[in-house]
Nanobody
Framework: VQLQASGGGLAQAGGSLRLSCAASRTIFRINYMGWYRQAPGDKREMVATITGGGSTNYADSVKGRFTISRDNSKNTVYLQMNGLKPEDANVYYC?????????WGQGTLVTVSS
């Protein structure tokens, strides 16, 4: 399974970006998918996850600003990031857990200018 992440780039503080993660197989019966971020030398941290049933979970630092969603018809999970802050700048990774197997996508860089 391949996960293709896209949508990173440069945004101003207070601005928005939308990340996309397209899976090479159906995500209809996904256990959960999510977005994580990791700076060099730091531990990878959960940003947001969405279960197969649609339940979502967010890191406290992004609650109210970020929204995770998915489109089963496109096998894609999105992360809408609003109200970006300089501390959101990071490499974001997509993750998919199918139960017996799990996969990481390549990172996409988000840069936020103050």
């Amino acid at each position: 399974v391949q996960l293709q992440a896209s949508g990173g780039g440069l945004a101003q503080a207070g601005g928005s970006l939308r990340l996309s993660c397209a899976a090479s197989r159906t995500i209809f019966r996904i256990n959960y998918m999510g977005w994580y971020r990791q700076a060099p030398g730091d531990k990878r941290e959960m940003v947001a996850t969405i279960t197969g049933g649609g339940s979502t979970n967010y890191a406290d630092s992004v609650k109210g600003r970020f929204t995770i969603s998915r489109d089963n018809s496109k096998n894609t999970v999105y992360l809408q990031m609003n109200g970006l802050k300089p501390e959101d700048a990071n490499v974001y990774y997509c993750y998919a857990n199918f139960g017996r197997s799990a996969y990481w996508g390549q990172g996409t860089l988000v840069t936020v200018s103050s």
